[in-house]
């Protein structure tokens, strides 16, 4: 993989920018007292002059911690970075922001997703940058990382952590999360010993890296790259291949070139690129977090998409990614069989390849020579892995602005279905009832989980992926339709009808629903209907009491203001697009 040389492109020669048109040099090429104090400062760190006079400055917005394994590889990985910024006659210098681990935030990652992206826009305005690399790919980071970037609109290149190597047990492949939720309900059906399970704790986990299968990590991480802001393929590479230092290293090079082509992200983001990333996204089953992602993405791009826009692509888009959980590969096989760039040649003529790229070229241009090694991981279009639809959205009255669910991650008896709910108002209630030996519930039975979304989890948190209650797992009950408005992660599976709008919380439809009540779903209709009468639901409304708010204080109470729910991408009302947020004044 190679960046493209931009001096080919017409219109964008390298180095044409005079020097004092950098963002920078307000901080460090006048004259004056300020100017002064700003320079240094640089030299109090042991720079010289030629080290970064004139030069692109390049933040790397690094969100390495000692919490996230899935980022432990960043400390080498900016030197990486580092080494190619110096080469094209940049000035790299690291900024560190919050990690974000999907592993250890609590309630959920999810409450973080907004902060990370305004202390993203925050760092690139409030310092002298010129460009920015940006360093993430554990869940939330991706999005946070690109929404800060999108707003800020500076040169930006992501650098994407890459998966981790497969896990093994036993002769056994181990994919993240989705093997976890398999081997957890054989434990609690008895059919593993405790052995069993700390030696699968040993082996799922075996490099750095993110998440190996197609959860959050490998979906928004591939989006990044179709919305063109990575190099070719570079969301594919393993974290552990030397292919990914070197990927880094160009990453480096590259973006100083894009600071002297003045290259910004509102100079490729379209609405066809985001629909582009949806393609992708549908043709590898990915994470249904994406489509939270994507909208918000979208509106800072002051682009206009929604939910309905995944329904109609998702019904044009097979699934050709074999990769789990809707598949059987691992995205070490993705890599192997030729990446993403692979995926998005079989796509062919489903995408727009006339979109820009950070290479400095088109779409087209970074997939011309791509090559599928692997036909059963990576299949041609009338080969799917599935016949089912990937991603479905419903509406209904209980779900007024729409919720979700991944038809192909159900079990087929389960796409269409009526059965009565089994309420739980909220998490620890669920946890509390869902293993008593008496609870009265069938494979018929619908779960359904209230106060989970953005305001009641808080956060939205991942338990849309409700546990089949263990006498049920005795029976051999693997699937049973769950209802939340909550997420699930993209290594989850099962039919669950998740990010029901408006949430429960704050009174939505959901909120109403008592144990017993029939519901219904049914994805060729795209329908999820409560059979309540109107004015049973008036009266229910009526008697409702809204929940106290989670946070007196703090940043749980500035997220419990601003939050905006599922269908508009859960971003902060504040941080939408609007006016332009003026440059700081150097005094
Ligand atoms: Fe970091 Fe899955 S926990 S990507």
Known sequence: MTTRDPGRDPGRDPKSRDPKSLRSHRWFGVQDLRSFGHR????????????????????????????????????????????????AGGFPVELPAMSVPETYAKPTSMLYRNFLAMETEEHLRSNPIDGVVLMGGCDKTTPALLMGAISMDLPAIFVPAGPMLRGNWGGK?????????????????????????E??????????????????????????????FTL???????????????????????IVDMVWEDLKPSDILTRKSFENAIVASLAMAGSTNGIIHTVAMARRARIDLGIDD????????????????????????????????????????????????????????????????????????DNP????????VLRGNLAPNGCVMKPAAAEPRLWKHTGPALVFRDYNHMAAEIDREDLEVTADHVLVLQNAGPQGGPGMPEWGMLP??????????????????????GTSYGACVLHIAPESFIGGPLAFVRTGDLI??????????????????ARRRADWVAPRPHYPRGYGALFSRHIGQADEGCDFDFLQAGEAVPEPEIH
């Open 468 to 489: 089949i209650p263990k006498t049920l797992l005795r029976q051999g009950v693997r699937d049973m339709l769950r209802l939340s408005d909550s997420r699930m992660s």
């Open 520 to 537: 219904e779903v049914d994805i060729a209709l795209r329908r999820i209907h409560l059979h309540v009468s109107d004015e049973e639901m």
């Open 310 to 381: 995944y329904d109609a692509l998702a019904r044009e888009v097979p699934v050709i990614a074999n990769v789990r959980p809707s598949g059987q590969f691992l995205m070490e096989d993705f890599y192997y069989a030729g990446g993403l760039r692979a995926l998005l040649k079989e796509l062919g003529g489903k995408l727009d390849l006339t979109q820009r790229t950070v290479n400095g070229g088109t779409l087209g241009d970074d997939i011309a020579d791509a090559r599928t090694h692997l036909p059963d991981v990576i299949r041609p279009l």
């Open 232 to 254: 070719p393929n570079a969301s594919s590479i393993p974290a552990a291949d030397s292919n990914h230092p070197r990927m880094a290293g160009d990453s480096g090079r590259r």
């Open 173 to 197: 492949i181990l994919g993240s999360g989705s093997d976890v939720w398999k081997y957890w309900d054989e434990k609690r059906a008895g059919t593993i010993s405790e052995r069993e399970w």
């Open 385 to 392: 892995v599935s016949s089912a639809v990937g991603l479905a």
């Open 199 to 228: 030696e699968i704790e040993n082996g799922i986990a075996r490099s750095h890296g993110v998440c190996m299968t197609m959860g959050t990590a490998a979906t928004m991480t591939a989006i990044a790259e179709v919305l063109g």
């Open 40 to 87: 240094s400062r640089v030299r109090q760190m042991g720079y010289a002059a030629a080290d970064f006079t004139g030069k692109p400055v390049i933040a790397i917005v690094n969100t390495w911690s000692d919490l996230n394994p899935c980022h432990a590889h960043f400390k080498q990985r900016v030197e990486d970075v580092k080494r190619g910024v110096w080469q």
